[in-house]
């Protein structure tokens, strides 16, 4: 079955750099595209970036240039890499499968706090 394990949250000061991953299982990683998507209280849950399978990236405007996301076929892992953090990245970061342009499978989450 399809799973997906985020880890590397944390509470980090603005300025600080974080790296998340997120463990994928249960299909094939390398031919799905990949997401990268936050939620934080009181706010509507936003796509922070996106990663297809030829390595082609997006990213939201809010973390342009200051967020990385990659992967490791290989590996079975996606990546993000935080830096220049602000308060308002605080949120639960989760990592996602797309299909036809919709996540279909998500991971429990990681808590990313910027204080």
């Known amino acids: 079955h399809v799973q997906l394990v985020e880890s590397g949250g944390g509470l980090v000061q603005p300025g600080g750099s974080l790296r998340l991953s997120c463990e994928a299982s249960g299909f094939t990683f390398s031919n799905y595209y990949m997401t990268w998507v936050r939620q934080s209280p009181g706010k509507e849950r936003e796509g922070v970036a996106g990663i297809d399978n030829d390595g082609s990236v997006t990213y939201a405007d809010s973390v342009k240039d200051r967020f990385t996301i990659s992967r490791d076929n290989a590996e079975n892992t996606l990546y993000l890499q935080l830096n220049s953090l602000s308060t308002d990245d605080t949120a639960i970061y989760y990592c996602?499968?797309?299909?036809?342009?919709?996540?279909?499978?998500w991971g429990q989450g990681t808590q990313v706090t910027v204080s």
């Open positions: 996602a499968r797309v299909v036809a342009a919709l996540p279909d499978y």
